[in-house]
């Protein structure tokens, strides 16, 4: 998970090797997870890993396998109705001393990449496995690069290679989640405001203009502003408008000529990325910006629950679904035109931390939950 | 003239050495100040200059003649009811390929330093050379690091260890002002007003708080405004509240949890330090700074326009007085119990600029004003 990533960032990493080079699939959730997390994969370096899981893939008759750079695809090819995507990255953010893993008394298991995701890897990787037959024919896709840059991305690589590779009904993400299933993501918009002003000497300043005060309007309007709460498919989305940045000033003896306001929008998926460029620029439309510069924007992705398959995902694995706010890889997959959520064992919280941790019981229970959905009688 | 100067820094400096070790205090008014321009002097290399200046005023019998540092301070001792203090920095901003002087066919002599304050040095040095038997004590004060950061002046030491030697009852600076007599000089303030926050997330803002936009109070009330002008010895001083500086910001996608606005008070002088920093907590008393740093702060200095010998000065060098809006050297007169005023012959417009020049008639002029008013009879 790169956009939802807690504040903190690892302090320090080293790369361990793999005590082997293969996989045993065999091993239940937890133990399999233990031996990812012991099998270092920081991004850029997840060639033996993904080598490891090609490896153990082939060697399941029901599977065929595709490859494209370090990223792994498998098939059941059963001629169902419907197509389930189980997706997860295989990288993790640099090592803080928390490799190898470590497993409490109290079922709790230590180390990078635990939460981050390679519990949820496990879990693909033992209902790869485990479910020869599926009631729905099923994709897995294990990518490479996703805490990096977002060009660098491998499930991104995938989908500009091989776009069928990743067809699908519905999909699901297995990043870090709780268990909870999150549905969609918010779109993010970044602008540069500016305003211009005219140098002087600070001790002439009607000489000049100040382009600091005339930002004064864009503040205001910030202050001011109430974000909305969008609610689809049931979840409420709560947008946000924020500063996350301004700079202004030549010398402290001098009035400044330029100012900028750095703005962030994070909007409710069903607005269009033109939509949201048009309201922000109508929020600030009489605030005197002389300049508006698009400096990023990604979509968002619609939760798209409505769809059948995650109707009767929902209903198998219970509870309720939260809105997902930071920008995740489903929309990657929303944009392929499949609906996708995160459901995985870890926690979100504790993700890029050194004290990144998941439950085993949280890793069972997310296997057994997918393997019943995916294993019922179809009505 | 430091704190004046225009915004154009000089490019490039370049250092050449006297083309003889004394000055010919014979010469004229614009001889003498091309003979001081040829004589490089940029801050920090004033020996040389310091050193021909002495010189030439021991070989004067009518003055005493005092030294500290690159500092020369020289005396007449007549026993007179009042005395006048002359002063000038020698030393200039780098040279800019300006040196040697030139002058053009319309009585223009451009260089280094023929504006601030070559030209007002050439005059005091006439002055020195040609009035024997003035109608009131003179002192003459050469300085150096004027150009500099502000504990480096000459000016400063001298009134720190020997601040007898500046003794008087009204100061001149020949500082450049056109041969307009200015007076006094405003107050400067400097303060950081700092907000909080709380960080977060931007995907998850209502996490957070904004301190960008908790700034937004400061800068609507800067919008807001109306400096004042005020009347003191009939010169009006125009005062100016500005935001010189503004920062804020974490990261792209985090709400920021501090920001700081710089906010530069220029104040007439008839207002007390006391009274200027307690003005400017009072305008941003409701604004929600969490926090009020005075970062820099310097007195003004009152015209002193009143005193009897500073209205003769008027009378004799006719026009009207202007207010002088930056800091300068003035105040530290001020600060001694001297009224003081600039007056001398170069354009301040020009200062510190690679086209920087005066007009000979100017440095004639104003020579010829002092002598005027330091020989005429009095009532």
Request: charged share 25%; proline share 9%; glycine share 12%.
């Given at each position: 998970m790169a956009d939802n990533a807690p504040l903190d960032a690892p302090l320090d990493a080293s790369l361990g090797a793999p005590l082997d080079g293969s996989l045993d699939l065999g091993l239940d959730g937890p133990a399999l997870t233990a031996a990812l997390v012991d099998f270092p994969s920081v991004s850029g370096t997840e060639k033996p890993l993904a080598d490891a899981v090609e490896q153990a893939l082939r060697a399941l008759p029901h599977l065929t396998v595709d490859r494209y750079g370090n990223n792994v695809v498998a098939r059941t090819n059963?001629?169902?109705a419907e197509r389930i995507v189980l997706a997860g990255h295989i990288d993790t953010v640099p090592?803080?001393?928390?490799?190898?893993s470590r497993l409490d008394e109290n079922g709790v298991l230590w180390g990078c990449?635990?939460?981050?995701?390679k519990s949820g890897v496990a879990v693909q990787l033992r209902i790869a496995a485990t479910?020869?037959?599926?009631n729905r024919d099923l994709t897995f896709v294990f990518y490479d690069n996703?805490?990096?840059a977002a060009h660098l991305n491998g499930l991104g690589h995938v989908a500009e290679a091989h776009p069928d590779w990743l067809e699908g009904d519905f999909a699901i993400l297995l990043e870090p989640s709780l268990g909870e299933v999150e549905g969609g993501c918010q779109g993010t918009l970044r602008v540069f405001l500016h305003t211009e002003g005219e140098r002087a000497h600070s001790a002439r300043s009607w000489m000049g203009s100040n382009a600091i005060h005339a930002a004064s309007p864009i503040l205001a309007r910030l202050a001011a502003y109430e974000p909305q709460k969008r609610v689809i498919d049931g979840l409420e989305y709560r947008e946000g408008l924020n500063a996350v940045r301004i700079e202004g000033g030549v010398a402290t003896n001098v009035i400044p000529d330029a100012c900028t306001v750095v703005v962030n929008f994070r909007y409710a998926p069903d607005r269009s990325m033109e939509e949201a460029e048009a309201h922000v620029r109508e929020v600030f439309a009489?605030?005197?910006?002389?300049e508006f510069v698009v400096d990023d924007h990604s979509p968002g992705a619609l939760p798209?629950?409505?769809?059948p398959a995650a109707r009767a995902f929902m209903e198998a694995v219970g509870g309720s679904a939260q809105p997902k706010f930071g920008w995740t890889d489903v929309s990657r997959f929303s944009a392929l035109g499949v609906p996708a959520v995160n459901y995985g064992p870890g926690d979100p919280l504790y993700a890029?931390?050194?004290d990144e941790h998941v439950h085993v019981d949280k890793i069972r229970h997310c296997e057994e939950r997918l393997r019943d959905w995916l294993t019922a009688r179809l009505p």
């Open positions: 059963l001629g169902r090592i803080a001393d928390n490799v190898p990449g635990t939460s981050d995701m479910v020869p037959e599926p996703e805490e990096v009489d605030c005197g910006v002389t798209g629950l409505s769809h890029h931390k050194r």
